[in-house]
Structure formats: structure tokens, C-alpha cells
């Protein structure tokens, strides 16, 4: 366990890297350096005695309105009943789909962030998703974008930090089965809070579906050694059978 | 634990730690994960797919009836990041696996540790493997 120790020693000897040691100054304003390797970080909300300032607050629950409510609610519960009778529901992932905007920046798997002329593109290893963020571009109108798992992102640098804009997410796409409609939009908020630790502060907003919008945070750790790999979903054994129920075909193809 | 393992391993705890709850979207409810079988067999297929890596096993019983099992590994991601390759098993090596069965009693299960004709023992970091009562191993 010598092994755990170091890297965690190193991982928060890393964290205490002044801000100014990861940045580049462009123009008058300071554009971080954010591009490569991140893990998720604090994923259970710094919860017991590891909290720290680093680590977000748990995500509240989703402000939905009350038919939209019951809706997830009801599914939540089914789900959880299926779970315990040992038939579980399928979903997006037993169909092997990405899972789009905003579960994606999730980060299951490590997540990659490369820096570009007019662009910031996010990786995600898990069914090696992409998303792109064009920068300095006016946002289209939401009935301009077909309907997509990342939606159309425009991002803009505010100093040190990246404010994406997101709209066009299908409504099949849903972050923890929650219902939105096609009017949803995400706002981030993409910063530093210290040298190898990224925030993104995601405001979900939907004026259909939520009563107000649905504020939460995901966290990341910098993995500079870890480069990612590929991910194709190439035989998915589970599939959804006529009832919706997650089935595994037995044996190879 | 074979000592050149251990040092990747032990790295990986703290990948795992840190993206382990976010497949609980994946739902692994299909497993029992009240017993587990200790299945002893020959590998007749290593397949090295995501989703998931499987093993398939021919289980041969004390009367010489040949039960085949198919068994579900986690992301070949993650047992990449734990220390697993693809050619770390072939057709007809002998090992021994821990599953998660089935609960509707087909022939599979889900592995929680698999020990190689040599005597390594790898796990694929099944997210709360701990979390699923062991049966003993009967002889």
C-alpha cells in the first residue's frame, strides 16, 4: 500500500500549487492552463472527515415541478423495486448509447481537456464521447440546433474562468433520468480552485420542466501521466427486452 | 499478491475511488449478491470487449458432466487501469472464479476474482464488490 500513499501524499502536495504556477496570461486576462488528463474528484461530496474546500457539495435534488416531479419520482421507484427483484429496468447503458449532456462530465471514466484556437473539446473515456466548445461565437437560437446527445456549446474565457453555454440536447438524454424538455439549456462554469483541482458548476435551466434552475457541481482531479484509451462498445451481451427489462445474452456471438 | 502487481494495483484503488460510484448508473441487480459460486474450469474464450471483457469456462463436475459458464468482467478500461491485458488468459487455461451468479440460475455470473493457472489473483473492481457475501469455497 506504500504505492497509495505516495500518490496521495503527491496528489495533495500537487494541489497546493499556486494558481499562477498553471496559468498563461493572453491579452489582459489570465486563461488557465486546463488542458489534459482529470479524473472525478469528491464525486460523494466530500462527505465525513475528507471535506475539504476542494470538494463541491453534494448535488441537491432536481427542482422539477410537481407533474415532472411525480414522473421521476415514480421511475426512481420502479427503478429501485426492479433492482430489488433482481429484473432491472434497461437504460441508456444497457443499450450502450454515450450519455451525453450534462452526464458525460461525470467524468466515469477519466476525461481529457485540449486547448485550441477557438475551441475547447472535452474527451470522455466512456464511450469516448466529445463534446466541443466554440469560443467567442454568438449562441444560435434553440429551434436552429437539431436536437443531439452534447447539444451546440459557445464558450467565452471571464479571467481565469470558462463560461459555456449549451443548447439542443435531445430529451431521450437524461442526467439521472431526469425529464427536461426541448427548451433545456446548461450553463457552466468551468474554473481552477486550485492548481490541479477543476470545477465545473453546472446550472441546469428549463422552463418547462423545473420550478427553478437545478445547481450542481462536478469536480476533477489533474492525472498529467494518464493518457486515455479507447472505448467501443463492441458486443453488448445486455439488451432491453419487450417489457424494458435489462436481459444478458448467455455465451459468445 | 504477486509483488510486481501490487505497486498497479495499489494504484488503482484510488482510481476507483474516485470514479467507481459513477457506473451506478450500470445496474447489477441481474446478480445475486447474496452467494457466490467458485467455479474451477478451463478457459474456453477471453473476450476483451467493452462494455464488458468476458471469460467464458467450461466447469466439468465429478461425474464429468461439462457445465459452460459465461462470466462478466467489468470495462476493459478499468481492468486495464487494475493491472489486466488481454493476453494474460488463453483457451484452455485452468483458473478459478469467484462469480456473483445469476439470479434467474442461467449459467453466469459476474466476476469478483479470478486466480490465474499461476497462482495471481486479479479483480476486475466490480464497483462495491464488497458488498456481495461470499460463500465459502466447498471442497
Redesign the interface.
Known amino acids: 500500500?506504500?504505492?497509495?500513499g505516495f500518490?496521495?501524499v503527491t496528489?495533495f502536495a500537487l494541489s497546493l500549487l499556486p494558481l499562477h504556477a498553471a496559468a498563461q496570461t493572453r491579452g489582459a486576462s489570465t486563461i488557465p492552463d486546463i488542458t489534459g488528463s482529470w479524473?472525478?474528484?469528491?464525486?460523494?461530496g466530500g462527505a465525513g472527515a475528507q471535506r475539504d474546500a476542494t470538494m463541491p457539495p453534494p448535488a441537491p435534488q432536481p427542482p422539477l415541478k410537481p407533474e415532472y416531479l411525480k414522473e421521476w419520482q415514480t421511475k426512481l421507484q420502479a427503478?429501485r423495486e426492479?433492482?430489488?427483484k433482481?429484473?432491472?429496468?434497461a437504460?441508456n447503458?444497457t443499450l450502450?448509447l454515450p450519455?451525453g449532456m450534462p452526464?458525460m462530465m461525470?467524468?466515469?471514466?477519466?476525461m481529457e481537456i485540449l486547448q485550441s484556437r477557438g475551441q475547447v473539446t472535452v474527451i470522455e473515456?466512456?464511450f469516448t464521447q466529445v463534446r466541443r466548445i466554440f469560443l467567442d461565437q454568438p449562441q444560435k437560437a434553440i429551434e436552429d440546433v437539431e436536437p443531439g446527445f452534447y447539444g451546440y456549446s459557445v464558450g467565452r474565457w471571464e479571467g481565469d474562468t470558462l463560461v459555456v453555454d449549451t443548447v439542443g440536447i435531445k430529451e431521450s438524454v437524461r442526467y439521472q433520468n431526469v425529464p427536461h424538455s426541448d427548451k433545456v439549456r446548461i450553463k457552466e462554469r468551468i474554473h481552477l480552485v486550485a492548481g490541479n483541482i477543476l470545477w465545473d458548476e453546472i446550472t441546469i435551466e428549463d422552463p418547462l420542466t423545473l420550478e427553478k434552475p437545478w445547481a450542481f457541481t462536478f469536480a476533477y482531479?489533474r492525472n498529467p501521466d494518464y493518457k486515455l484509451?479507447e472505448?467501443?462498445?463492441?458486443?453488448?451481451?445486455?439488451y432491453a427486452d419487450e417489457g424494458g427489462l435489462?436481459?444478458?445474452r448467455?455465451?459468445?456471438r | 499478491m504477486n509483488s510486481i502487481l501490487r505497486p498497479v494495483v495499489g494504484g488503482v484503488v484510488l482510481v476507483l475511488l474516485v470514479t467507481g460510484s459513477a457506473l451506478a448508473h450500470h445496474s447489477f441487480a441481474m446478480f445475486d449478491h447474496t452467494r457466490t459460486l467458485t467455479l474451477k474450469g478451463a478457459v474456453t474464450k477471453f473476450q476483451w470487449t467493452n462494455p464488458h471483457a468476458y471469460i467464458e469456462l467450461d466447469v466439468t463436475d465429478a461425474k464429468g458432466a461439462v457445465t459452460h459458464y459465461s462470466i462478466e468482467c467489468t470495462s476493459i478500461n478499468m481492468m486495464q487501469r487494475a493491472g489486466w491485458r488481454s493476453n494474460m488468459i488463453k483457451s484452455g487455461d485452468k483458473v478459478k472464479a469467484i462469480v456473483a451468479p445469476l439470479i434467474n440460475g442461467e449459467p453466469a455470473g459476474l466476476l469478483l476474482e479470478l486466480t490465474l493457472p499461476d497462482g495471481k489473483v486479479l479483480e476486475p473492481g466490480v464497483p462495491g464488490a464488497n458488498t456481495y457475501k461470499r460463500t465459502p469455497e466447498q471442497e
Open positions: 500500500m506504500r504505492a497509495v500518490a496521495v496528489a479524473e472525478r474528484y469528491g464525486a460523494r427503478a426492479a433492482d430489488a433482481g429484473t432491472p429496468l437504460t447503458a450502450c450519455e452526464a461525470g467524468a466515469t471514466f477519466p473515456e466512456a482531479r484509451l472505448y467501443i462498445c463492441e458486443d453488448n451481451r445486455e435489462q436481459k444478458i448467455i455465451g459468445p
